[in-house]
């Protein structure tokens, strides 16, 4: 996995912008310093060797810090804290430490923390699903630092993954509410755009309803930010809608105790008047009320999994290996077949 090429220096990146080393170490250490034309010099080189400055630890004799940083898209929630949570704890088993950020489901603060973190001396990097600019695994891959996807599959990819199918979990929950007598859907998704996990969950969806002999385009979408409030607000913009559903399926489980919240507020009965369908099974989903229906996604399985597959690789040189987990169905008290 690691790269046999060379790793660009300062110098490199002096001598492709046409300027002294100690211009570009000006330009990132301190960028007020430098005239705009300079900078822009410095970062378009920068940019095109794939450079990361060295503070210090990637200079080591041995080249590693026994850190492996894990790059999430929120801590806002309780979704990605049980997968971290194994991770960690099977790393510690191996001698490695994790170090975690935060992207705010944003691809630029994403391509940030991967620099930093790579500058700073991680050995590896755990990422979220597949969806990136190939610049960056460019980066990675000149930089020699392994990366492994994870809350994603995809076997077509040659991004090695360890992780569940997105679309198969979700379409396989549709296919089930749809055998219930359920016709009139609706999806409170995140925003799919560069979120691969929140895109294959709806495709899943309209997989499911096509298979059934129902137009996917009838599929009421509003996509949303993660959070409790945002899936408030979007059952109550869908059930305002002159065409109500029956079953109101959530992108994760966050979303659709918003949705059972703003049920109650709105004097709807779940799952008597409408259905409510979560994605995770994190603990809200059990003590929410009523009890959630939801996807059970394998988090510690995964975390403990892609731990031990970056330890084998950083200490023994297994190459990683691509593995798909199962997802698996759980009724609880928010799905009801229709009864007229």
Not at 104 to 123: F, H, M, T, W
Not at 126 to 132: A, V, Y
Not at 165 to 187: P, S, Y
């Amino acid at each position: 996995m690691n790269s046999k090429r060379a790793i660009p220096t300062l110098h490199d990146v002096a001598t492709t912008a046409g300027v002294s080393t100690a211009t570009v170490s000006r330009c990132l250490n301190f960028p007020d310093r430098v005239s705009p034309r300079t900078k822009d010099k410095v970062l378009a080189a920068i940019e095109a060797l794939g450079y990361s400055p060295n503070f210090g630890a990637r200079a080591m004799a041995a080249r590693r810090t026994n850190t492996i940083g894990a790059i999430i898209p929120t801590m806002e929630n309780a979704i990605f804290a049980r997968g971290l949570q194994a991770f960690q704890e099977e790393l510690r088993l191996h001698g490695f430490t994790m170090l975690v950020a935060s992207t705010s489901y944003k691809p630029e603060i994403e391509e940030e923390q991967i620099r930093s973190l790579v500058s700073r001396g991680a050995d590896a990097l755990l990422l979220i699903g597949h969806d990136r600019r190939p610049e960056i695994y460019d980066f990675l891959e000149t930089q020699g630092v392994p990366a492994l996807v994870t809350w994603a599959f995809d076997a077509a990819s040659h991004r090695t993954s360890v992780g569940f199918d997105n679309q198969r979990a979700m379409q396989e929950m549709a296919t089930e509410v749809i055998k219930l007598g359920h016709k009139k859907l609706a999806l409170i998704s995140a925003e799919t755009a560069n979120n691969d996990r929140a895109l294959a969950r709806r495709t899943g969806i309209y997989q499911a309803m096509e298979d059934a002999g129902l137009p996917p385009h009838d599929l009421q979408v509003v996509e949303t930010s993660y959070g409790i409030v945002e899936g408030a607000n979007a059952f109550g913009e869908i059930m305002g809608r002159g065409q109500k559903p029956t079953a109101v399926f959530c992108g994760n489980d966050v979303l659709a105790v918003g949705a059972l919240r703003r049920a109650r507020e709105m004097g709807i009965s779940v799952p008597q008047d409408v259905s409510v369908i979560g994605f995770d099974d994190i603990e809200l989903a059990q003590v929410a009320y009523p009890p959630l229906t939801t996807v059970h996604v394998p988090h510690r399985e995964m975390g403990q999994k892609a731990a031990r597959a970056l330890s084998r690789l950083l200490l023994e040189g297994i190459p990683l290996e691509p593995t798909l987990l199962k997802t698996t169905l759980v009724y609880r008290n928010t799905l009801a077949p229709i009864n007229f």
